[in-house]
């Protein structure tokens, strides 16, 4: 069994920028796909950024703003986001996969956090 928080999340003005982390309590951290999804309110959940080993996999409305690193001894995953926009205001779930999974695909991550809430606006 995977457990997976969040945190970092908050209120920020348009082209502001938040970090946001994911500590997971599993030893073999680094045998999983990370990923984070995100959800605006009356929309589906989609993907944003994944990292699988050194391999790093982010949605087109989030490339060169957005960075996923992991730092395997703190066991922890990281979402740097910058420049952010009105559109990026949801709540941020970072989700864990087998390592193979595709990246892009919520249905094959089995364990989830609980979410942390980013809102942008002025």
């Known amino acids: 069994q995977v457990q997976l928080v969040e945190s970092g999340g908050g209120l920020v003005q348009p082209g502001g920028s938040l970090r946001l982390s994911c500590a997971a309590s599993?030893?073999?951290?680094?045998?999983?796909?990370m990923g984070w999804f995100r959800q605006a309110p009356d929309k589906e959940r989609e993907f944003v950024a994944a990292?699988?080993?050194?391999?790093?996999f982010y949605a087109d409305s989030v490339k060169g703003r957005f960075t996923i690193s992991r730092d395997l001894a703190k066991n922890t995953m990281y979402l740097q986001m910058n420049t952010l926009q009105p559109e990026d205001t949801a709540v941020y779930y970072c989700?864990?996969?087998?390592?193979?999974?595709?990246?892009?695909?919520?249905?094959?991550?089995?364990?989830w956090g609980l979410g942390t809430q980013v809102t942008v606006s002025s």
């Open positions: 989700a864990a996969a087998p390592l193979t999974s595709n990246a892009y695909l919520a249905p094959l991550y089995d364990y």
């Open positions: 599993v030893r073999t951290f680094g045998t999983y796909l």
């Open positions: 990292i699988r080993r050194t391999e790093t």
